[in-house]
């Protein structure tokens, strides 16, 4: 019978004497002498083999790390193994044999490991349990999220990726060669899922690839990421927006806690207390700007005009030391800063918000203009022509629901949830202004 590393010690436990079967990969080989011990590796965790006689493959070459092995043979009880049982092997089969010398040393220790060795070898790093781990959690942040929006009668929606413009500023857009034209890549879902609002679905969400052509190199940006993203119809502002978000990320982080214990201990980390969420504080762009401003003033800075990473950093300390919460809110952006669709509440601000994580932007949403008519009016102020902007408008011309909406970046989430550096550690195949390769 076949069973996984992690159900060695049941195998021993429940059936002593009865032959398993296991498959997986060479994670480590300690040679004592008569008797070998080779950790294997599958899906589920790590396993002890036990060989009396050297472990070799037909031609009697000896075994290499990260070959795809089988091995079968009896469960035994071993409290030294992990698991707390071992598998004493009768027959072995490589299966596929590793090359023996190997770019990245898949048992080495994580944290001594380049960043950019680690994406080089992407095969090889995400064998690493730690590193794996890190997608583990993020599968667990895509799944609740979705869930969550289902159970609130929210419709997971596709939409297409080429596209004909910005939503989100003019200068960061990929082109591409679309048969004789120039089209972009999206750099948000932005006008779909409105347009799927307008188009009478009223909540739905997306989990799809974005696409920034920023050309600077930051901890905080892929020129791809994941965009978790969110449009309601019949809100009155940002504030509903904001008690959605504190109740999706209330249900990612207990999912998180509950999903990943394993996961989260390889990195000493673990998501916030649900009850803490639902606390944080929510406050407005300039007392935020005054905030940040005081607080670096008081640690020797220069003074913050805007909510920059700095910024961010200070609110989130602020939010940890008055609130005891590892999240908060800054609403009431200024015009200036906020895309050309954002829903004014007077002349200069906007019901618009950020939500900052652990001292990093992690969210953007706000209401939307829903008036042809004011949405038409706005474009010249962010240097826009009525003329070149019917595609986006065209979604407000047949009857639309005040409406709004959000976007998580999935990368920067799972990074403050784990403590990683870089946002690129938490994405698979980042792409950055060098990287396209693995
Ligand atoms: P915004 O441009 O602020 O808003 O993006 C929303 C969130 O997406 C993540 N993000 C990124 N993550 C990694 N690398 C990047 N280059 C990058 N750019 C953005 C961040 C950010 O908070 N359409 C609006 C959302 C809305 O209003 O619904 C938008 O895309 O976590």
């Not at 502002?237 to 990320?249: N, V």
Request: proline share 5%; net charge negative; charged share 25%.
């Amino acid at each position: 019978m076949r069973i996984l590393a992690k159900d060695i010690a049941e195998a021993a436990g429940s059936r002593p004497g009865e032959e398993v079967q296991v498959f997986g990969w060479v994670h480590r080989i300690r040679d004592m002498g008569g008797i070998t011990f080779v950790m294997l590796r599958d899906r589920s965790g790590l396993l002890q083999l036990v060989f009396n006689e050297k472990p070799l493959d037909s031609s009697g070459a000896p075994l290499t790390l990260e070959s795809v092995i089988g091995a079968r043979g009896l469960p035994a009880v071993n409290e030294k193994a992990p698991g707390g049982a071992e598998l004493q092997v009768k027959a072995l089969e490589i299966i596929s044999r590793a090359a023996p010398e190997l770019p990245y040393q898949v048992n080495g220790d994580v944290s001594k490991m380049g960043l950019e060795t680690i994406l080089d070898n992407r095969i090889l790093s995400v064998r690493s349990p730690k590193i794996r781990s890190i997608f583990n959690v993020q599968a667990v942040i895509i799944e609740a999220f979705s869930a969550c929006l289902r159970s609130r009668d929210f419709t997971e929606i596709k939409t297409s990726k080429l596209v004909w413009g910005g939503t989100e500023g003019g200068t960061e857009l990929f082109e591409v060669e679309y048969f004789d034209r120039k089209v972009c890549l999206a750099q948000s879902p932005q006008f779909y899922k409105e347009a799927m609002v307008a188009g009478g679905m009223e909540r739905v969400f997306e989990v799809a690839p974005a696409y920034r052509a920023e050309k600077h190199d930051t901890p905080r940006h892929l020129n791809e990421y994941v965009s978790l993203d969110v449009e309601m119809a019949f809100i009155e502002s940002e504030k509903d927006l904001i008690e959605l978000e504190k109740d999706l990320l209330s249900h990612i982080f207990a999912e998180v806690n509950r999903k990943n214990r394993a996961d989260l201990a390889l990195w000493n980390a673990s998501a916030p207390d649900p009850d803490t969420v639902a606390a944080s504080p929510v406050i407005g762009y300039e007392e935020a700007v005054k905030l940040a401003s005081e607080m670096a003033g008081k640690a020797g800075g220069g003074r913050i005009f805007d909510i920059n990473p700095e910024a961010e950093r200070f609110l989130c300390d602020w939010a940890k030391k008055e609130y005891s919460c590892d999240l908060v809110f800054v609403n009431e952006f200024p015009r200036r800063y906020r895309p050309f669709y954002t829903y004014p509440s007077d002349a200069n601000r906007t019901m618009s918000f950020d939500s900052l994580f652990r001292g990093l932007e992690i969210s953007t949403g706000g209401r939307r203009q829903h008036s042809y008519e004011a949405f038409i009016e706005t474009l010249p102020r962010f240097g826009l022509k009525p003329e070149n902007m019917q595609n986006y408008a065209s979604l407000l011309q047949y009857g639309c629901p005040p409406h709004g909406g959000f976007a998580v970046g999935l990368e920067r989430l799972t990074a403050r949830i784990l403590g990683l550096a870089n946002v690129k550690e938490a994405s698979l195949f980042p792409r950055d202004r060098k990287r396209v390769t693995p």
